[in-house]
C-alpha cells in the first residue's frame, strides 16, 4: 500500500463543474496536509494546506480533510480550463517527513 | 525575484558519464532538497539539507551525491549515471525543515536528464 494514494485520472470535468480530487494515506498519525498544483512542463506549486478536520475555503478551493477515514480532498468550484494540471497531494506523516501522492490530472473541457 | 534556479533545465548524456546538476536559491532557506518524478510515481525525495554542511538521505539516494558548501547552493551530482536516473527533477527549498514549518516548498523548474 502508497503511503499516499491518488487516482492518476485523467478527471475530466466540463468548464464550470465542480471538479473533486481524492487523496487516502496511511499513517494515522499525519497532521497535515498539502495540495499542490502542477502544470504540464512546469514545477508544482503551493494551493492550499490543511491540518484540522473539516473544510478550508480559499476562493474556488476548497480543501476537505477527514482524519478518522484518512483522506483529504480538493474541490474546486466553477471550473475553468487554466485549472487544468495535475494536483498533487502531500501528507506530512508522524515522523515529519513529507510525502508526496502519483498526482491526478485534471482537464476542463470548455 | 524570488526564486530556486536549476541548470542545466534539459540535458542528454551516456551511461557513465559524470554529471552535476546545479540549484541556487536567493530566499535565504535553511532547508533544500532533491526530488525525482517519474510517471505513476509521483515525486521522490533524493537528498535533503537542514543546512550548510548538514546533508541527509531521501527515499531513493543510490547513485547520487550532493554537497551543501553554501547556504544558497546545493548541487545533485550523478558520479556515474545510469539509464534508469532518466528522470524530471526538481531542486526545492523552504524556509524551514518541513517537519517543523508549514511543509511550503518552493521548488525549480525542474531538470529533464535523459541517460542513454
Known amino acids: 500500500q502508497k503511503e499516499v494514494e491518488q487516482n492518476s485520472g485523467p478527471l475530466s470535468v466540463p468548464e464550470g463543474a465542480i471538479a473533486s480530487l481524492n487523496c487516502t494515506y496511511s499513517d494515522r498519525g499525519s497532521q497535515s496536509f498539502f495540495w499542490y498544483r502542477q502544470y504540464s512542463g512546469k514545477s508544482p506549486e503551493l494551493i492550499m494546506f490543511i491540518y484540522s478536520n473539516g473544510d478550508k475555503e480559499d476562493g474556488r478551493f476548497t480543501a476537505q480533510l477527514n482524519k478518522a477515514s484518512q483522506y483529504v480532498s480538493l474541490l474546486i468550484r466553477d471550473s475553468q480550463p487554466s485549472d487544468s494540471a495535475t494536483y498533487l497531494c502531500a501528507v506530512k506523516g508522524n515522523t515529519g517527513k513529507l510525502i508526496f501522492g502519483q498526482g491526478t490530472t485534471l482537464q476542463v473541457k470548455p | ?116
Not at chain 2, 548524456?13 to 559524470?18: A, E, L
Not at chain 2, 550523478?78 to 539509464?83: A, G, K, R, V, Y
Not at chain 2, 536516473?85 to 524556509?95: D, I, K, V
Open chain 2, 1 to 116: 525575484e524570488a526564486q530556486v534556479t536549476q541548470n542545466p533545465r534539459y540535458l542528454i548524456t551516456v551511461t557513465g558519464k559524470k554529471l552535476t546538476v546545479t540549484c541556487s536559491q536567493n530566499m535565504n532557506h535553511e532547508y533544500m532538497s532533491w526530488y525525482r518524478q517519474d510517471p505513476g510515481l509521483g515525486l521522490r525525495q533524493i537528498y535533503y539539507s537542514m543546512n550548510v554542511e548538514v546533508t541527509d538521505k531521501g527515499d531513493v539516494p543510490e547513485g547520487y551525491k550532493v554537497s551543501r558548501k553554501e547556504k544558497r547552493n546545493f548541487p545533485l551530482i550523478l558520479e556515474s549515471p545510469s539509464p534508469n536516473q532518466t528522470s524530471l527533477y526538481f531542486c526545492a527549498s523552504s524556509l524551514r525543515d518541513p517537519r517543523g514549518s508549514a511543509g511550503e516548498l518552493f521548488f525549480g523548474e525542474g531538470s529533464r536528464l535523459t541517460v542513454l
